[in-house]
């Protein structure tokens, strides 16, 4: 008998270079109001440490100023992600089996 995976929430923000930030919703948690805000909190301060600059060349959201692109709620074409982040993160942990989660 095997244990069957746990499922988590990862939300990924990132650009070009790669990887801005990865925050993990520990399971059984819910995203809410404050959790996101605490996102964006920390993704302010991985966009300072990882992208020096960049903040001060306007790239804004909500309350940090941050300019929100129109983007479809539902678009039949792939995402970036779908070829820039899911393909190599399936390559890079295909085939791996983890004991415990990331918290």
């Known amino acids: 008998m095997q244990r069957s995976a746990a499922k988590v929430m990862a939300t990924v923000f990132w650009d070009a270079k790669g990887a801005i930030l990865l925050d993990i919703l520990p399971q059984g948690q819910c995203i809410n109001a404050a959790r996101y805000c605490s996102t964006l909190d ?8 990882k992208r020096p600059g960049l903040l001060r060349r306007g790239v804004v959201m909500q309350r940090y100023g941050w300019e929100i692109l129109p983007h479809p709620a539902h678009s039949p074409d792939l995402a970036p992600s779908d070829f820039h982040l899911f393909g190599p993160l399936k390559r890079h942990l295909g085939g791996m089996a983890f004991e415990t989660e990331v918290n």
Not at 42 to 49: G, Q, V, Y
């Open 42 to 49: 920390r993704l302010k301060e991985a966009i300072r440490r």
